[in-house]
């Protein structure tokens, strides 16, 4: 059983530079440790001299994946020590008591081995600048029990998918189903290969035995198998799950030939992987192979465009835009969730949007029975919107926290920019993928809301928006996530919920007087917002709609805590919510003994409606410190 404290954000002990680069150390300025180099540094033209770029080992360096890697050290460290404990005996360990063996059983190893261990030896540096490292006396390099790929997997996994579990490939026309799926709903968000190149790999795994079958076509084809699997599964453990185990399993034995540093193939791989993790928290952790990924994005220069005079290769060079905004998109994502620094900053990059895809649809076939065909279309309203976010992120989330005297020409700026992204979705959308936008939009306006270092206590406006706001995600989020629904949700989006619940919350306690009176803020205005001010009768039963919002959001964790096996979030979250409810539910029993609830003698015994608020504030602040509230004793309250 995966422990509770694997599923919250991981530990992150260093989240700014600790030391500035060399220029910006001795111009005495201060210096921001961004990649691949600071800003001083690019607005002096000198980016390719900041230390921060060149030294490996630069304190400097902001990467919150690699300071975040600390928690693992004891763990690589036994494992390390495990191995070559197993393998002291062995002829290719090298002696650290004969330095001169050990040079020249170093000279006889392949470029390739030389290459990865290279790769190792920095790479190992980079996990929050462990003991072990390429300097240190206790490594000794390349040896056969460890490799890129193993460090990899050791960094990112929280148990091991047991080899018992494998399966073999499923028939054809089964495979056929499950990669439509995959290509209907992962690859149109994410399309980061080529689809002619994933065409022949299916080929070549189901004609003549996959004789002549690769590696990378093996994992390539076992991985979107096990990621359209595991996204039909609806309960933790059911056929489906145990089927994309098992197809997940069986390309594992791939993945010391596919996970390789240096290449866009090696990205690829940690892509598939990615996918992956996302629909199976038991197994991998996405943030540590999200950091993986842009390390490797970076190190390989996908984070520019060549120059125009290159004359790069359109295939190649739209494959490069694909794979760094397909990175790009995850770790915003991921990285606004968990309330982390981005992997890299939009300064350090220029890349333009990847080619849309020049296939033309047949009209008279709906989009998921046109096999094979996808256009790029959502992917590219995708990346859109993760630059929206990126920017409001970094402005309200990653910059000093100096309060903005009037940060509503900001907001007012961002609603229309969303509402404008949201107008711009073609029609010719599907259903499934539309709702995803919606919540996108819905998700963008609650977090952008939240307190932040620019905005420290929100205003009534703001926390009148954030309540509608919660309230359709809840509602749309209850309606896609039926027994039917084909939607392609991930753990990711259950952890988004948990977030809207919790701001929904917040919310209601800190202006609940006045969401719950149905009075409309004064100045308010809605005609830039996506989220519809509801009519004067609808607004008076805002109780009622908190009621149903506080129960779609613990329903809808019920079912995503039933499909991963993680009912802790349902469970937080009730015992968060309870004291609200109660609360809650008796304003809306007394309006409906007394409808002009403001003259009923119930809400004239101040004295005591005060006490009863401050017993659910109370409590509502030891939430925040950890503590699960109670029930409150409103026995007697409720008479004057």
């Known amino acids: 059983m995966v422990k509770t404290s694997s599923f919250e954000t991981p530990l992150l002990r260093v989240s700014r530079p600790v030391a500035a680069c060399s220029r910006c150390r001795g111009a005495k300025t201060k210096c921001d440790g961004k990649l691949p ?14 230390s921060s770029a060149n030294d490996p080992f630069a304190k400097g360096k902001e990467r919150s994946y690699v300071a975040s890697l600390e928690a693992r050290l004891e763990k690589l460290e036994q494992r390390l020590a495990q191995k070559k404990t197993h393998n002291t005996s062995s002829s290719t360990l090298p002696n650290p008591q004969r330095p001169a063996l050990n040079a020249q059983t170093s000279r006889r190893q392949s470029g390739r081995e030389r290459k990865e261990s290279s790769d190792i030896d920095e790479l190992v540096s980079d996990f929050g600048f462990l003991a072990v490292n390429a300097t240190a006396r206790d490594f000794y390099g390349f040896t056969s029990a460890m490799s890129y790929a193993r460090l990899v997997l050791s960094a990112s996994s929280k148990e091991a998918i047991s080899p018992s579990a494998a399966r073999s490939l499923p028939p054809r026309y089964l495979a056929n189903q499950l990669i439509q799926h995959y290509l209907d709903n992962a690859f149109v968000l994410l399309p980061f290969f080529s689809e002619t190149v994933f065409f022949a790999s299916i080929h070549a795994l189901y004609h003549d035995a996959g004789r002549h079958a690769s590696d990378m076509d093996h994992w390539t084809v076992r991985m979107s198998l096990a990621i359209a699997a595991l996204s039909l599964s609806r309960n933790h453990g059911d056929a489906r799950y ?16 596919v996970l390789h540093p240096g290449s866009i193939a090696g990205i690829q791989a940690t892509l598939f992987l990615i996918q992956y993790a996302m629909l199976d928290p038991h197994h991998f952790d996405c943030w540590y192979l999200v950091g993986v990924a842009s390390r490797a994005m970076v190190d390989l220069g996908l984070h520019e465009d060549p120059p125009p005079q290159s004359q790069a290769n359109k295939a190649v060079l739209d494959i490069r835009r694909r794979v ?12 606004m969730l968990h309330g982390r620094a981005f992997s890299f900053s939009d300064d350090s990059t220029n890349v333009a949007l990847p080619a849309c895809s020049k296939t033309t649809l047949s009209p008279g076939l709906p989009w998921n029975e046109q096999l094979w065909l996808q256009p790029l279309t959502p992917a590219h309203h995708l990346f859109r919107i993760r630059k929206i976010q990126s920017v409001w992120y970094q402005d309200l989330f990653q910059s000093d926290r100096v309060a903005w005297a009037n940060p509503c020409p900001y907001m007012f700026s961002l609603a229309q920019q969303l509402k404008k992204w949201q107008e711009d979705i073609p029609h010719s959308t599907p259903a ?22 620019k905005v420290h206590t929100v205003s009534e406006q703001g926390r009148y928006l954030q309540f509608l ?16 629904s084909p939607a392609f949700y991930t753990f990711y989006d259950a952890l988004r919920v948990d977030f809207v619940g919790a701001q929904f919350l917040e919310a209601l306690w800190m202006n609940q007087n006045q969401i719950l009176s149905g009075k409309v803020p004064q100045h308010f205005t809605a005609t830039a917002f996506i989220v519809p001010v509801p009519l004067p009768g609808e607004a008076s039963d805002n109780a009622g709609r908190a009621i149903r919002c506080i129960e779609q959001i613990i329903d809808v964790l019920g079912i995503f805590g039933s499909r991963w096996g993680h009912m802790t979030l349902q469970d937080r979250f009730r015992n968060k919510s309870s004291a609200m409810l109660t609360k809650l539910r008796q304003q809306q029993a007394e309006r409906t003994v007394c409808p002009d609830a403001d003259n009923c003698p119930v809400w004239r015994n101040k004295e005591k409606q005060a006490d009863l608020e401050a017993i659910l504030k109370q409590e ?16 007697g309250l409720s008479n004057s």
């Open 432 to 453: 499934t993928i539309k709702d995803l936008f919606e919540l996108e939009v819905l998700y963008s306006h609650i977090h952008a809301s939240a307190p932040n270092g």
């Open 242 to 257: 145990l089927e994309g185990v098992g197809y997940a399993a069986t390309g594992l034995n791939y993945v010391e030939k």
């Open 469 to 484: 706001s919660c309230v359709q995600y809840a509602e749309k989020m209850a309606a896609v996530t039926g027994d039917s």
């Open 620 to 635: 509502w602040a030891g939430v925040g410190m950890g503590i699960i509230p109670t029930t409150p004793n409103v026995s």
């Open 324 to 335: 760094y905004y397909c990175i790009y998109s995850l770790d915003r994502s991921i990285s």
């Open 37 to 50: 180099a600071c800003t001083a540094c690019e607005r002096s033209g000198r980016g390719n001299e900041c």
